[in-house]
């Protein structure tokens, strides 16, 4: 069946660093992608999306781009902050079935 | 706008005990998701509505679990009666149906812990 394989946490970097955070997908045909961050305290909540091939999703500084010829969604950014410490969570979506990977959780060193 | 709210945010029984989350979607959302997130996991799919069908409630335990949405709006969980491995966080997501990104909104969920 479909899924999704991340990166195994925690990561930890110091501000500024580039940060990437790996993401592979099994899925028959061409499912939408997300990427989902859950700050803490805090419920999930979208950070980026992708729904069709080289579509590439961008918000706060964060990029992915939907590779289908490595079934891959892999989150990257510049430059990370300490605000950006939070669990993050590649998912696909097939008929409004959301399948989530086991998360990252990311720690950012001031 | 108010996002999805849900309650209560911490519950904690004993074993055998019964327990029920509920959760308010955002107006106007008529597809309606619990999930269950174990710790260090990615959240699960426990059942999904459609206004008031389930349409998919494959992943739902059903000889302790149930759940309703009636009126198409608010929605009830219910474990009946709970166990030490229900411990986890039920979470509550919307969205619309029909939108071909599938975003969901959720909930901040509700941790429980069984003893």
């Known amino acids: 069946g479909d899924s999704v394989t991340q990166m195994e946490g925690p990561v930890t970097l110091s501000e500024e660093a580039f940060l990437t955070i790996n993401c592979t997908y099994t899925a028959t045909g061409y499912p939408s992608l997300f990427w989902y961050v859950q700050y803490p305290g805090e419920g999930l909540q979208l950070l980026l999306k992708a729904t069709k091939a080289d579509d590439k999703g961008s918000n706060k500084g964060f990029e992915a781009t939907y590779r289908k010829e490595t079934t891959s969604f892999h989150l990257e950014k510049g430059s990370v902050q300490v605000s950006d410490s939070a669990v993050y969570f590649c998912a696909l979506n097939r008929d409004d079935k959301i399948i989530f990977g086991k998360g990252t959780r990311l720690h950012i060193l001031p | 706008e108010a996002g999805v709210v849900q309650s209560p945010r911490y519950k904690i029984i004993e074993k055998k005990q019964p327990v029920a989350f509920w959760c308010n979607p955002i107006s106007g959302h008529n597809t309606l998701y619990w999930y269950l997130q174990n710790l260090g996991q990615g959240p699960e799919l426990l059942i999904r509505?459609?206004?008031?069908?389930?349409?998919?409630d494959s992943q739902l335990p059903k000889d302790r679990f149930s759940a309703e949405r009636l009126k198409g709006v608010d929605s009830t969980l219910k474990i009946q009666p709970a166990e030490l491995g229900d411990s986890a966080v039920y979470l509550c997501?919307?969205?619309?149906?029909?939108?071909?990104?599938?975003?969901?909104?959720f909930g901040e969920g509700s941790r429980l812990t069984v003893l």
């Open positions: 509505y459609e206004n008031e069908e389930a349409v998919d």
């Open positions: 997501a919307s969205s619309l149906a029909g939108l071909p990104t599938g975003e969901l909104f």
